[in-house]
């Protein structure tokens, strides 16, 4: 089992950067790939990044490309999120997930954290 607990989200103003944490207990984190997920208020839960067992394969969500690096670091259990340009619409609480597979579906994702939030002011 994996339990996952986020960090370093916050209010930041349009244009500035974040960089979220996730860390894992367990001694088989390096066993699971790991991916963000956000959920705005009254919208679904929706795939922002995904990082493969040794970092070798990342994903991005259109919305986050160009603007996002996901991390791992498999010797400390943590896997990271930098983002940067934030935008307002980037506004939601941000998930950290790690399942058997680096894909966007939420459902291959096994164990979750319980977030943290990320809101950008105009």
């Given at each position: 089992?994996?339990q996952l607990v986020e960090s370093g989200g916050g209010l930041v103003q349009?244009?500035?950067?974040?960089?979220?944490?996730?860390?894992?207990?367990?001694?088989?984190?390096?066993?699971?790939?790991?991916?963000?997920?956000?959920?705005?208020?009254?919208?679904?839960?929706?795939?922002?990044?995904?990082?493969?067992?040794?970092?070798?394969?990342?994903?991005?969500?259109?919305?986050?490309?160009?603007?996002?690096?996901?991390?791992?670091?498999?010797?400390?259990?943590?896997?990271?999120?930098?983002?940067?340009?934030?935008?307002?619409?980037?506004?939601?609480?941000?998930?950290?997930?790690?399942?058997?597979?680096?894909?966007?579906?939420?459902?291959?994702y096994v164990y979750w954290g319980q977030g943290t939030q990320v809101t950008?002011?105009?």
């Open positions: 089992q994996v349009a244009g500035g950067s974040l960089r979220l944490s996730c860390a894992a207990s367990g001694r088989t984190f390096s066993s699971y790939a790991m991916g963000w997920f956000r959920q705005a208020p009254g919208k679904e839960r929706e795939f922002v990044a995904t990082i493969s067992l040794n970092s070798g394969s990342r994903s991005y969500a259109d919305s986050v490309k160009g603007r996002s690096y996901i991390s791992r670091d498999n010797a400390k259990n943590m896997v990271y999120l930098q983002m940067n340009s934030l935008k307002p619409e980037d506004t939601a609480v941000y998930y950290c997930a790690a399942g058997h597979r680096a894909v966007v579906d939420t459902t291959a950008v002011s105009s």
